[in-house]
């Protein structure tokens, strides 16, 4: 019998939702492309319900334990003798989200005697150290394409709130105020402007769709080139790399794993080619910018805004610099977990333990690491260390 581990961001502030805002979410049965969205023998959760939070379980508690296994779940992840810790030791699987991750350094990984399975609810497999999982025979599986659209959604409102100075004149309507000068001084239309994205995968190119109706000139950078229908279809302007794209771009848009090529790769060198006043969205991960660079970045003007949801470490400090640079859109790591997306990575989840506690291969779209190498998804889209 199987131990599961499971680490959910903590419920709201004033406890479990009773009702909900609407009453239910529309059915998703395919993304794009055609792959299928999670067909699991059966769900005991209601779609739509807050399920990415400690009492949510992501849905997975009757499903466990009517088959003899057990469950535990904490938010306390973090410091000397956390729950996760003291828990992990003889855990046979993990699973956390990307907006709350449970950091499974080499250390960790060394000291999970049983650790046989790290399952990322949600895309984004960085907080497990992938090299350490792959000496340790561990496998990494993701719900791919769970939270894609979410993601590519929320790019978009980030594009428009930053060029359309959307918070700011959003504030002065809270503080009482009127003052329309305030509010455009540094508002524009996106209509014209060339926009870019490092990486055109699931949610770059999502993007890109998402983006072609406003009028715009877009721009990728990606490790392999999209079909040339696609390219004519979007009208867009390939680049072999980052460096070569930025230049070009009023907006960029950041859609690539974190891993070895990506992390750092927007500092003060390639941030300082890019055009003075530039919009720079991050909803990939926060470690292929800068943190410093960005900062600095905002206040001399050579970006007008930086916005995204992702963060290091996670949760962000109080004193993170992000909360309080200027010209900035950030928000916490959302954009994946809205409850749309909870109730596909929830039947994603189960999906991938049903198939692993019954010693069925999980889908390949699913896989980071397996068999001790990149495998899936993950062969497609990362690189490991080879320092
Ligand atoms: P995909 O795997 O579909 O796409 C990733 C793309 O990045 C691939 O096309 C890949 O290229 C490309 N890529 C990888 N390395 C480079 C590089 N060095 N330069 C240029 N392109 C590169 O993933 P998704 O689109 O679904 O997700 C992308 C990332 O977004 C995730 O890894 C995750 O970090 C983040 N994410 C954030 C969420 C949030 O809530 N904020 C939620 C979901 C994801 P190729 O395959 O051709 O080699």
């Not at 455009?184 to 999502?206: F, K, N, P, Q, W």
């Not at 291969?361 to 980071?368: G, K, S």
Request: overall charge negative; proline content about 6%.
């Amino acid at each position: 019998m199987a131990k599961v581990l499971c680490v959910l961001y903590d419920d709201p502030t004033d406890g479990y939702p009773k009702s909900y805002a609407r009453d239910g979410i529309p059915v998703i049965d395919h993304y794009p492309g055609g792959q299928t969205a999670p067909p699991p023998e059966a769900v005991d959760f209601t779609p739509g319900h807050l399920l990415g939070s400690v009492s949510g379980e992501l849905g997975l508690r009757s499903f466990l334990e009517k088959a003899g296994h057990t469950l535990v779940v904490t938010s306390d992840k973090d410091g000397a003798g956390s729950v996760f810790d003291r828990e992990l030791v003889d855990a046979d699987v993990v699973i956390s989200q990307p907006f709350w991750p449970a950091y499974l350094t080499p250390e960790r990984i060394a000291a999970a005697r049983n650790l046989k399975l790290a399952v990322t609810a949600g895309i984004g497999s960085d907080h497990v150290d992938l090299d350490a999982a792959i000496a340790h025979g561990v496998t990494v599986a993701e719900v791919t394409y769970c939270n894609s659209i979410s993601v590519a959604e929320h790019v978009v409102m980030m594009i428009l709130g930053l060029v359309r100075n959307y918070l700011p004149s959003h504030q002065v309507v809270l503080d009482g105020g009127w003052n329309i000068a305030d509010c455009v001084s540094r508002s524009y239309d996106l209509e014209g402007m060339h926009v870019g994205t490092v990486a055109a995968g699931r949610i770059g190119l999502a993007v890109l769709r998402r983006l072609a109706p406003f009028d715009v000139t877009l721009h990728y950078t990606d490790r392999t080139r999209l079909p040339e229908s696609v390219e004519r279809e979007l009208n867009l302007t390939f680049h072999e790399s980052a460096a070569a794209m930025v230049p070009h771009c009023d907006v960029v848009t950041i859609n690539a794993p974190l891993h070895p090529q990506t992390e750092g790769l927007f500092g003060d060198e390639l941030i300082g080619t890019m055009k003075r006043g530039a919009y720079l969205i991050n909803t990939a991960r926060a470690r292929i910018a800068d943190r410093d660079a960005v900062d600095r970045s905002l206040r001399s003007g050579q970006l007008a805004g930086y916005a995204g949801d992702v963060w290091f470490p996670q949760p962000a400090p109080a004193d993170h610099p992000w909360r309080t640079m200027p010209h900035h859109g950030m928000t916490p790591h959302i954009s994946g977990s809205t409850l749309s997306a909870q109730a596909r990575y929830a039947a994603g989840t189960r999906e991938i333990l049903e198939s692993w506690l019954a010693g069925r291969p999980l889908r390949d779209e699913y896989l980071i690491v397996d068999g001790g190498r990149l495998a899936g998804t993950g062969a497609k889209s990362y690189s490991v260390n080879t320092r």
